[in-house]
């Protein structure tokens, strides 16, 4: 850092582009910006003055004739504290496993979104990240699931779940609400495999990551000659979406001009292209997600009141991993089964000690911050099973003792770990809930336990399957609840 306070950056990338763009970026966040095109320049930059006051850097996957892992390795022999952060166009975890076991402190994924680098850039320079597991790790493992094997047991997750299980056999529209890593794509995944439009794709587009003057050629398309730049014709993410789903990720980032057109194409079902004159018809089901209160947004004038009621006609709220922490040690055993199958990592166990310790912790960013938690524990991990020592800059910021203690009538799961999913006994004025809602929650977290198996559920309950049903329609509980 600079003696004004100005944070310095250094890139290293030969695409002038590229450049031109994260600069830019990094610059509203009140970075400066220093090049290198290759490793030999980086390491000698090291040792200018601009080099001695830098703060963070982004190296490119592909800058031609550098080895990035060497060149992260070298980095790090000179300069041990330095964040490094990883930019590639490359999404594979092995990519991911090579650059963090080199040395780089996150990874990012082309083309990156402005708040996400500039998160990136804040979380490597933060106090509180310390030696980087807290910090987000882009890289995602990517698997469909089915509503069925949705990691979670807390009722009002599986509430959720049953209200976007109800809205995935329709066309409708759903939006999707719920803090960022909270798994809204995870759910439109699960909506889409679900509905009858399960055998053409899903295309997702992050709204968040478009430029403001590409969002309507990135949505619907431009004729070649529709603007500067436009050499030849583009297919537009809703023709390409035709038949299928389209998600919109983030869909409270868009320009009001974008969304007067994104209401008329879900009104009338007819789009055109940029340039064009021609309309034509797509059938695409859309769900929408953002991790904003959209009414508070319409409200404040920043988002259409009119395309708002269009997008959610079913809403889905996905509630934070901190309103569930009793689904985290299932929800660990699951992502590291998950990381287990990817290219260059193996099976791993985790101890009741570092659950207890992944309880304690608030995860502002949600289970993405969890996966990445333990995809960067398990690359670093060398025994056969993840410790709370695994986890020191979440130890560091827990206040949590060593071990902690069963007491007499603790409820506790199959390895120790307590794992009651909190029915809330009590009103926020103090007085008892309504036993009808609070066996609803009992029911409802029954039903997600045992994954909707019925037989099983009513026997757990101590009551019969018509029993059962009966409360299922007197309480207004769907069973994929």
């Not at 083309?111 to 030696?131: F, M, Q, T």
């Not at 269009?310 to 929800?331: G, M, S």
């Not at 009651?420 to 066996?439: C, F, M, S």
Request: hydrophobic share 45%; proline share 5%.
């Amino acid at each position: 850092m600079t003696p004004n306070g100005t944070r310095i950056l250094m890139l290293i990338d030969d695409e002038p582009a590229q450049r031109r763009l994260i600069s830019a970026l990094a610059t509203r966040a009140g970075w400066r910006t220093i090049f290198a095109s290759d490793s030999e320049t980086a390491i000698a930059t090291l040792g200018t003055q601009d080099g001695m006051m830098l703060d963070a850097i982004i190296l490119d996957h592909w800058v031609p004739g550098t080895d990035a892992s060497a060149l992260i390795a070298e980095i790090r022999v000179r300069r041990p504290a330095l964040p490094i952060l990883m930019l590639t166009a490359v999404t594979t975890v092995n990519t991911a496993v090579e650059s963090m076991r080199a040395g780089a402190t996150d990874f990012l994924v082309k083309p990156i979104a402005p708040d996400r680098l500039l998160a990136a850039l804040d979380a490597a320079v933060s106090s509180a990240a310390g030696a980087g597991e807290l910090r987000p790790l882009t890289e995602k493992i990517s698997q469909v699931l089915g509503f069925g094997e949705i990691v979670g047991s807390a009722p009002d997750f599986r509430a959720a779940l049953a209200i976007a299980a109800k809205a995935a056999r329709a066309r409708v529209p759903v939006l999707i609400e719920g803090e960022s890593g909270a798994g809204k794509e995870v759910v439109a995944e699960a909506i889409h495999a679900a509905s009858p439009r399960a055998k053409k794709k899903m295309i997702a587009v992050n709204c968040g990551a478009i430029p403001a003057n590409l969002v309507e050629s990135e949505l619907f398309g431009h004729e070649k000659g529709a603007f500067t730049g436009a050499f030849e014709r583009h297919i537009g993410k809703f023709q390409d979406a035709d038949g299928g789903t389209l998600f919109l990720d983030e869909v409270g980032e868009l320009p009001l001009d974008a969304q007067v057109k994104l209401l008329r194409v879900l009104q009338s079902g007819e789009i055109q292209l940029v340039g064009g004159r021609a309309t034509r018809d797509v059938d695409v089901r859309v769900i929408a997600a953002t991790n904003k209160r959209l009414i508070e947004e319409v409200a404040a004038g920043r988002f259409r009141e009119d395309l708002y009621y269009r997008l959610n006609v079913v809403q889905v709220t996905i509630p934070p991993l901190r309103a569930r922490k009793a689904d985290i040690p299932e929800l660990a055993r699951h992502l590291l089964a998950r990381i287990a199958q990817q290219p260059g990592m193996r099976g791993l166990g985790i101890t009741d000690e570092a659950l207890r310790l992944l309880m304690t912790y608030d995860w502002p960013g949600n289970v993405r911050q969890l996966q990445n938690a333990l995809f960067r524990a398990a690359v670093l991990c060398d025994d056969h099973a993840l410790t709370r020592e695994d986890f020191p800059q979440i130890a560091a910021q827990s206040e949590m003792p060593a071990r902690i203690p069963s007491y007499p009538g603790q409820a506790n799961g199959p390895s120790g770990i307590a794992s009651g999913a909190g029915v809330t006994l009590y009103r926020p004025d103090g007085h008892l809930r309504a036993l009808e809602d609070i066996e609803a929650d009992v029911i409802r977290l029954a039903i997600g336990h045992y994954r909707g198996r019925m037989t099983e559920v009513a026997r757990r309950l101590g009551i019969g399957r018509s029993t059962l049903y009966r409360k299922l329609g007197e309480l207004g509980i769907d069973s994929a609840a």
